[in-house]
């Protein structure tokens, strides 16, 4: 099995692995060496209470630290067109997220979400803009109340 060897001083770069807490992956990585875990954000608002229990219990029991998140909006989650989530709808689910985020000790999420902010060609991109600003501004208001960087 790889092993990282790790070397003193204070310039070093910090390396993680993505993957989910409930996974293989995770017990993984640490065993391997990874200095942190990264999960899928977009699965913390929509998971069951039970199954976040359960993440939080193995965090616990294997230790790693679980500082990062990608994939912050679910690709059904549509910011943009008829199908489009209502702010609010986006704000419930990130309060979700952002929260159980917080229990897990992340502290850095990666917006990415590339499916979900597609939008129609038809649509006027000025529109697409403005909409994106105020999804991002709904984010940051998050990111602030919980302490996490977007």
Do not use: W
């Amino acid at each position: 099995m790889i092993k990282f060897k790790k070397t003193q001083g204070e310039n070093n770069m910090k390396i993680g692995v993505c993957g989910s807490i409930l996974g293989l992956t995770y017990p993984l990585a640490k065993e391997i060496g990874f200095d942190y875990f990264e999960i899928p954000f977009r699965d913390l608002g929509k998971i069951s209470d039970e199954e976040f229990q359960q993440m939080l219990l193995k965090k616990q029991e294997i230790g790693l630290p679980v500082s990062r998140a990608n994939a912050m909006i679910p690709n059904d989650y549509k910011l943009f067109g008829e199908e489009a989530k209502t702010n609010e709808e986006i704000s419930e689910f990130l309060e979700i997220g952002f929260k159980r985020a917080k229990q897990l000790g992340v502290e850095l999420v990666v917006l990415g979400s590339g499916a979900s902010r597609k939008y129609p060609e038809e649509m006027d991109y000025q529109q697409v803009e403005k909409h994106l600003l105020e999804v991002c501004n709904i984010i940051a208001d998050f990111s602030e109340k919980y302490g996490i960087l977007v």
